[in-house]
């Protein structure tokens, strides 16, 4: 119980606690956000699995992984779901300017949707039964964005409504991965992925008057950002089952980087074209599980992720990102007809500033239908930072305010997978 209350206090405080000024939604909507899970079973158990991972974590987390599971072919696919709560206040003053409370003047809750599909065969017949090859098309890294905001009148008190202001980017960077597994000895398998990226991002910034505005001037800014070229990711894993109990595992993410090609229109006035390029970090991993006495059927997973965000690069602007680790733990609990209950967090520092850590608390289970396993897991995060105003007052042609909004962000992720393995052994 004390573990339990640990966990629940480190969710609270890593947002609470260590707030500071930082721009997270202009952080994701430049260089995305990665695929935080790679199933809905890697989800329940906190986003663990470089040791003891199914075929999606193999295609995400360690390559060697490929010829984990029963089957000479087999299937995983799924859909995952994210809702976004950004909820902004302003502070607030009595007559004596005296700090008051905060305000809430912007809410947005918007849910993202990803699908995804991997394959792996293992030919179970002479030398090839220690190779095992899979493919798939996976989300890689997540662009999308969406804020909107009603701007009333701050200085009388009828409130008049001025106008909308908005922000929605689409997007989502994919990825068909090539995986290939070799087992040189039983219990040691060792991995490599190439994998092809493909996709585009799409945004458009809007301030819209309402009625007679004399200030305000309606703007309407679009930009698309396409890929120059066909870029490769490329990693490296090892799994080694050291005997039934005890797994380890360990991958490498290589850098890579993403050429963009960049236009960018203004009320519809002629486009102005540019190139960006992005260079995205080494990072390392190392994980662990263990299984215990069959009398408690629980197996523990635990992973260790560093990822080097200062060597991070963009071609358009200077950044001064901090590299990050983090902690994922999971557990999981096998009942009676095999039906498993898990349950993880995951613990991390963010890039943006050393101040912000990020805590994920996680549980899923699954069950087996006519041959089919499916999964199903969801998790929960919280923080609150500080941030400038997205879009000044000066638009509407009043005096910007000096301090900052306080941003309440929450992350909801569910996921659901079916996987399936034709018969056969290897």
């Known amino acids: 119980m004390k573990i339990v209350r640990y966990l629940i206090l480190s969710f609270l405080l890593s947002g609470i606690l260590f707030a500071q000024q930082a721009d997270f939604n202009q952080s994701k909507m430049r260089y995305g956000d990665a695929m935080l899970f790679s199933s809905a079973r890697s989800l329940g158990m906190g986003g663990s699995g470089i040791a003891d991972g199914d075929l999606s974590a193999g295609t995400v987390l360690n390559p060697a992984l490929i010829r984990n599971g029963k089957g000479m072919i087999r299937f995983s696919a799924g859909m995952g779901l994210q809702k976004i709560t950004e909820d902004r206040a302003y502070p607030y003053y009595d007559s004596f300017v005296g700090f008051n409370d905060y305000g809430s003047y912007a809410y947005n809750a918007n849910w993202y949707n990803q699908f995804y599909g991997q394959i792996a065969a293992t030919l179970p017949i002479g030398y090839a039964k220690h190779f095992s090859i899979a493919t798939g098309i996976l989300p890689f890294r997540d662009f999308q964005y969406d804020y909107r905001e009603e701007v009333h009148d701050p200085v009388n008190i009828s409130d008049k409504l001025l106008g909308y202001n908005s922000i929605r980017q689409t997007g989502m960077m994919n990825l068909v991965p ?98 960006q390029s992005i260079t995205y970090p080494l990072q390392l991993g190392s994980g662990f599980s263990y299984r215990f006495q069959n009398v408690l059927e629980a197996r523990v997973s635990v992973d260790f992720v560093y990822d080097f965000w200062s060597q991070f690069k963009d071609s358009q602007r200077i950044t001064d990102f901090n590299d990050t680790y983090t902690l994922r733990f999971g557990v999981e609990h096998l009942f009676f007809d095999q039906i498993p209950l898990r349950a993880g967090f995951t613990f991390g520092t963010l890039k943006e500033s050393r101040d912000f850590t990020r805590t994920v608390l996680t549980v899923g289970s699954g069950f ?51 996987n399936y393995a034709f018969t056969g052994s290897k």
């Not at 703007?219 to 090892?238: A, C, F, I, W």
């Not at 239908?369 to 105003?389: H, N």
């Open 178 to 275: 090539l995986t290939i597994a070799y087992e040189p000895f039983a219990g040691l398998s060792v991995g490599a992925q190439v994998g092809f990226v493909f996709g585009s991002i799409d945004s458009i910034m809007a301030i819209k008057p309402v009625g007679i505005v004399p200030a305000a001037v309606e703007t309407k800014e679009q930009r698309t950002k396409t890929l120059d070229g066909t870029p490769l990711v490329t990693s490296l894993g090892l799994s080694y089952r050291y005997d039934e109990r005890l797994g380890l595992g360990l991958n490498i993410h290589l850098p890579y980087t993403l050429d963009f090609n960049s236009s960018f229109t203004q009320d519809s006035l002629m486009a102005v074209s540019s190139k």
């Open 368 to 418: 087996e239908l006519s041959g089919v396993q499916v999964d199903f897991a969801g998790g929960v995060s919280s923080f609150q930072y500080y941030q400038d105003d997205v879009f000044p007052e000066d638009l509407y042609g009043y005096t910007n305010r000096s301090d900052s909004d306080r941003v309440n962000l929450s992350n909801f992720f569910l996921r659901i997978d079916l």
